[in-house]
């Protein structure tokens, strides 16, 4: 083992003692006990390792490393510079939510996903069970350390998070924590459960509303002031988030009127597909049919659920034309869980198990699903699913030649820009069912160009909530109840809607200039192989990949 990889893995051990749900819901190491403590003496434990690892492998000589040793110290750089940075924005304190990347929501969602088949899981199980009081003690303690130094969160996210506890407070017999089936071997867990659940973790979900109400609530910010900029040192926090979400260093002026640009050319595209659809090349009537027409709706859930899964079924049979690689697991199609599902995302991806004990699985958001839009369904499938993120994940999963960083790697701008480049990549595979299904992936572009513009106008521009919905309302077809959604997202995650159209359109710059390189000896098949085949890299460093595949191929032919 090479000094890198040694690095890599002293990385990732630090990650996991960070967050020993992490391995846990991976499969890495299901029995591994605890939650992620919130607290600021683990932050600075945290960011003084990290600190450590940057200097020690920045002190490497690249000239010494093979190619993919070369490639995995630039992946551990920018993986620990941008967990320090991440630390250093201190979102915990002032980004309160129901959405899952807040502490209290997303306990609820990612316990159930921890596998519990052995004795062992479920008293790992029970342990992280106990941990939950002391995880929402921090974050309350952190929230109040927040307030004191100015960094007040947005009210409508406050109460937004105490009514998400409050579902989950109104009926103990659908807690999503009892979700897991007790394993053979362990008579007793299902009665410990209930015990630690009645005696400790919903009375400490109650402790924690209470603080967000009577401590919180009361401080928080109003929507006219819903960026980052109204926090202090505001500024300097987006252009590092920007940066981690995007491994880029575009302004944002520069990444605004990148989305400006692309929603003035989606216009043309939905003309000519609108008017074979509607009759009709205007705009905002293409826009009002698609936002009003009752036969673009679902009847139910169930519906949605099938279309999703059938999407999904009639990707999975075209890939090996254009993969050359295709991962041996299916993706499980399930609907968002009731108590998350009304301030969750249209639909979100959850890695399968390293130890197979999990599938990927895509999750259809049907929290009312009559007003969710049809046209979409099949562009989202495409992004969460196949050939998308699951896809790109389970390959990297799959890497095990690689460290597990590698495999692991946690770069916004290639996963989700891989997820919008498999929209795209889905109409030239012919997947989509007709020219309905097309407006909802130029229904989906515009989400994500609309994002470039919406989140640096929240964060880096001082504009109002209201201003970011009215925006989306006038350029975009979605649904309102989902314009709302996303609008609250932003706001709640400064920087992480601007990774997806930053990927996607760096994913085509560097396909074309292989295109252009290789010409007639192009192998579209062997492209997506490399793009896939290195794990989860930062943009630059896939550039760099790409371009040494494409020299040898050319030298080749």
Known sequence: ????????????????????????????????????????????????????????????????????????????????????????????????????????????????????????????????????PGHLEAAAERHRTGLGAGRRPVTRGVRNAIAHIDRYLADSRADP????????????????????????????FRRYRDVLETEILPHGRPDEESGVCHVPGGETIYRSLARVHTTTDRTADELHDTGLRLIGELAGEYREIGARVFGTDDLQEIFRRLRTDGELRWNN???????????????????????????????????????????????????????????????????????????????????????????????????????LLRRLGDFNAYTEGWGLYAERLAHEMGLYSGDVALLGMLSNDSMRAGRLVVDTGLHAKGWSRQQAIDYLLENTPMAEVEIVSEADRYINWPGQALAYMVGRLEIERIRAKAEAALGASFDIRAFHDVVLGGGGLPLSVLDGVVSEWAGAAEVAS
């Open 177 to 204: 924590l009892l979700r897991q089936e007790a394993p053979a071997d362990s008579p007793d867990f299902d009665a410990e459960r209930v015990r630690i659940l009645e005696e400790f973790v919903r009375p400490a």
């Open 301 to 403: 859930g169930d519906e949605l659920l099938e279309a999703s899964r059938a999407a999904v079924a009639r990707a999975e049979q075209a890939t090996p034309e254009w993969f050359g690689t295709i991962p041996p697991e299916s993706c499980v199609v399930e609907p968002v869980p009731e108590a998350e599902a009304p301030g969750s995302a249209p639909a979100y991806y959850l890695a399968p198990a390293t130890d197979g004990s999990r599938p990927g699985m895509y999750f259809a958001n049907t929290y009312k699903a009559e007003e969710r839009f049809r046209h979409t369904v099949e562009a989202t499938a495409f992004h969460e699913a196949v050939p998308g993120h699951h896809f790109q994940i389970s390959r990297a999963l799959g890497l095990t030649d690689l460290p």
């Open 1 to 132: 083992m090479d000094d890198v990889v040694a690095l890599a893995d002293e990385y990732m051990d630090l990650i996991f003692d960070a967050n020993p749900m992490m391995p846990a819901i991976l499969g890495i190491d299901p029995e591994r006990a605890g939650l992620e403590d919130l607290g600021e003496e683990a932050e600075q434990r945290q960011w003084r390792a990290l600190t450590d690892i940057v200097t020690r492998a920045k002190a490497i000589d690249p000239a010494r490393l093979t190619g993919e040793s070369r490639t995995t110290r630039e992946v551990l750089i920018a993986s620990a510079q941008a967990r320090l940075e991440t630390l250093d924005a201190k979102t915990v304190e002032f980004c309160i939510s129901d959405g899952f990347q807040a502490p209290a929501t997303g306990v609820l969602m990612l316990l159930p996903m921890t596998p519990v088949t052995t004795a062992g899981q479920a008293a790992a199980q029970l342990d992280r069970l106990r941990a939950v």
